[in-house]
């Protein structure tokens, strides 16, 4: 089956990297290739496939996502990370996506993966923990998972509350149920969760301090 593909990462080896093997294969055709989330919507319409590395500074993917996939511009959409994988796979799992690989997986089985979802199956890959989505699918909700983020980025409790808009009272109780939900005790912990899940990639955690 002849394919075309578009993929997006801030990484430009793996960019590259990709899409040199992907092309070594006369069926697939590279249509564009961008290194933020924010130009997803050039992502030509009718593209069969578009690989999205999750990993990146931005924290847009929620929302860019939903954009990109109620567009129907990608028939199929696999997300690429290279953390432990379990936000990564709780995305690919709340938006429909066609699976999830990992940047540690070979090239063969890059390939394996996307004959998979274009022929309508779902992909994900064994070196990305999985079950680790059951944090955000069903610990946390939706509020407290942006407030997790938000704490990996910022320990000062004064300055995290005036930044999210809420009351340093209100930020302590939503703090308090997270820790005790996640089992977390310090901050280091709240650091490593989000680090180690890919909810914070190590650019945006780096780039804040």
Known sequence: MNYTFAICSH???LRQALVSCL???ARARCVAEFSSSVDLDRT???TDLLLLDVDGPEELFPRKLQTILGSRRPRCVLLLTGATGGYAAHLAWMNSCHGLLH???TFSAVRD???RVLEGG???SPNAEVSERMDFSRVLSEQEIELLREMARDE???LFARRVGLSPATVRTHRRNIFRKLNLRTQAGVVRLALRSGLLSLHAFIGHQ
Do not use: H, M, N, W
Request: proline fraction near 5%; charge should be negative; hydrophobic fraction near 35%.
């Open 103 to 105: 940047k540690s997986d």
């Open 11 to 13: 990484e430009t080896l």
């Open 113 to 115: 993966a996307i004959d």
């Open 122 to 124: 779902v992909s994900l």
């Open 23 to 25: 092309e070594r294969d």
């Open 44 to 46: 030509p319409v009718g």
């Open 156 to 158: 000062d409790l004064k």
